[in-house]
């Protein structure tokens, strides 16, 4: 079993809907990234959360600490929206800075 | 936010050679660097830790004579695939923390490297 887990792998949504990934881990973490990675493989970086909820734009972020579980919603999405969704585990320091293990990814399609 | 440029963003090489990525981070200091490799609709797998001014920590299975890493100051670190072989093909990348801060800050991420090796 992965200590991060995503869900779904793949998401087909129609622009205009309201968007939900989700992400599990096993390990305690000290921070959960949620990163985009466009089809030229760039990444760019989200969010990065540890509690609550994040908002920018028409994402949102949130985690349950005690779950362990976090979202990713995407309100009103759009075509441009459609990437790969990764969320990722920040471990708990340990003297340097600390390693991120990733999810597998959400492949988001968003058509018109 | 902060940017991390990565260059090439490709390259092809042939077999024996050897390829060096280079990792900056334009705007911040970064005393940590970390190199990630892809497969094909795969995550991303940490290779090695890069920090500035000393030896590079490698993953277990990452032959540290194959992936030599170099971080001479705080806002370049280079990837070297030495004598490649065509599975060393992969997309690599880089991503940055800053320096000074918390160390649980935001990682800035490179934009990749596709490396094909004929």
């Known amino acids: 079993k992965n200590e991060v887990e995503q869900s779904p792998q793949n998401l087909t949504a129609q622009e205009g809907e309201f968007i939900t990934i989700n992400c599990s881990y096993s390990v305690g973490i000290s921070a959960l990234h949620w990163l985009q990675q466009h089809p030229g493989g760039g990444i760019v970086s989200l969010f990065m959360l540890s509690s609550g909820k994040k908002k920018h734009g028409r994402l949102i972020a949130t985690i349950n600490i005690q779950e362990k579980h976090s979202s990713l919603h995407i309100t009103a999405s759009h075509p441009r929206d459609s990437a790969v969704y990764i969320c990722a585990a920040q471990a708990i320091n340990t003297g340097t800075a600390s390693k991120l293990t990733f999810g597998t990814g959400t492949r988001l399609q968003v058509t018109l | 936010g902060a940017v991390v440029s990565q260059h090439p963003s490709r390259v092809i090489c042939k077999s024996g050679t050897s390829v060096k990525i280079e990792c900056r981070s334009l705007d911040f200091q970064a005393t940590t660097m970390f190199w990630y490799r892809q497969f094909p609709k795969k995550s991303l797998m940490l290779m090695a830790t890069s920090n500035e001014g000393s030896k590079a920590t490698y993953e277990q299975g990452v032959e540290k004579d194959k992936f030599l890493i170099n971080h001479a100051s705080l806002t370049l670190s280079t990837l070297t695939v030495t004598s490649a072989h065509p599975e060393d093909s992969s997309f690599y990348i880089c991503?940055?923390?800053?320096?000074?801060?918390?160390?649980?800050?935001?990682?800035?991420f490179g934009q990749g490297t596709r490396l094909t090796v004929v």
């Open positions: 991503s940055a923390r800053r320096a000074g801060g918390a160390l649980n800050t935001e990682a800035f």
